[in-house]
């Protein structure tokens, strides 16, 4: 068998684990929300905006891109913002030698980000 078809098999093994563990994870947090619904009622056209990895608090992020979007937001109606995760950077010790770069280019804790 050639390495390309040896690797993809590996992908797969490995995406099979991540669902059984995924799986175990799921039924020893039946509170946990898999899914989430959204209604919104309205009969105009409406603006979904989705982000992630925004990571507030990091010297990297730029802020005035950001604000401009969130006041573009807040200045039209039907216009809406989904945020699908890391929100704020938030690196937090010990970390491993490779992620020290992530904590010393945080401008607050991830704790005083929490804050806000």
């Known amino acids: 068998m050639n390495d390309k078809l040896n690797k993809v098999f590996e992908i797969l093994e490995y995406a099979e684990f991540l669902t059984e563990t995924e799986r175990e994870l799921f039924d020893c947090q039946p509170e946990f929300e898999h899914y989430k619904t959204l209604s919104i009622e309205t009969e105009k056209p409406i603006c979904l905006i ?67």
């Open 50 to 116: 989705f982000s992630s990895d925004i990571h507030f608090g990091s010297i990297h992020t730029n802020v005035g891109e950001i604000k401009n979007v969130l006041n573009t937001i807040l200045e039209n109606d039907n216009v809406f913002l989904a945020v699908n995760g890391d929100f704020i950077d938030n690196f937090e010790t010990p970390v491993p030698k490779l992620l020290l770069a992530g904590i010393n280019s945080q401008i607050l804790s991830p704790a005083k980000q929490r804050e806000f």
